[in-house]
């Protein structure tokens, strides 16, 4: 779950990156690429939630139940924001995205993003599974 976890982290920090490089972003205006980027995030958000949830289970099996307990409130968060992102994305409330965002900025503070691992491949099409997805969970 750790190397998941980082791999998962390091998706949403470059992310983070590129939609932190849209001006438009700043005044609402979402293009198809910055709506997949959004898409992507709250994809890789909620995967950083399945994955801690697995490590703290791992240690509630061996009775650590504090460090069971800290790392769920350490990364509460992660689905919390992964929710907000799909409920706007889906309700296509695009001005209150950005403040979203930058509230992840910390949380993703120290990932250092020298060079970008991941291409337009990884979140092409992001935007129309998390609607597919959102319409299948509705039924």
């Known amino acids: 779950p750790a190397k998941r976890r980082r791999a998962h982290t390091r998706s949403c920090a470059e992310a983070i990156r590129l939609l932190?490089?849209?001006?438009?972003?700043?005044?609402?205006?979402?293009d198809d690429e910055a709506k997949d980027l959004t898409a992507?995030?709250?994809?890789?958000?909620?995967?950083?939630?399945?994955?801690?949830?697995?490590?703290?289970q791992s240690w509630d099996d061996r009775n650590y139940w504090k460090?069971?307990?800290?790392?769920?409130?350490d990364y509460r968060w992660a689905p919390q924001t992964a929710d907000r992102l799909e409920d706007l994305v889906v309700a296509e409330a695009w001005p209150d995205v950005p403040p979203v965002l930058l509230d992840l900025v910390p949380h993703f503070a120290d990932v250092n993003v020298g060079k970008m691992t991941r291409d337009?491949?990884?979140?092409?099409?992001?935007?129309?599974?998390?609607?597919?997805?959102?319409?299948?969970?509705?039924?």
Do not use: N, Q
């Open 20 to 30: 932190a490089g849209r001006p438009s972003l700043g005044v609402g205006v979402f």
């Open 40 to 56: 992507f995030l709250a994809f890789h958000l909620r995967g950083i939630g399945d994955t801690i949830e697995s490590s703290a």
């Open 67 to 73: 460090k069971a307990e800290k790392l769920r409130a």
């Open 120 to 139: 337009a491949d990884h979140w092409v099409g992001a935007h129309r599974a998390l609607l597919k997805r959102a319409a299948k969970a509705a039924r």
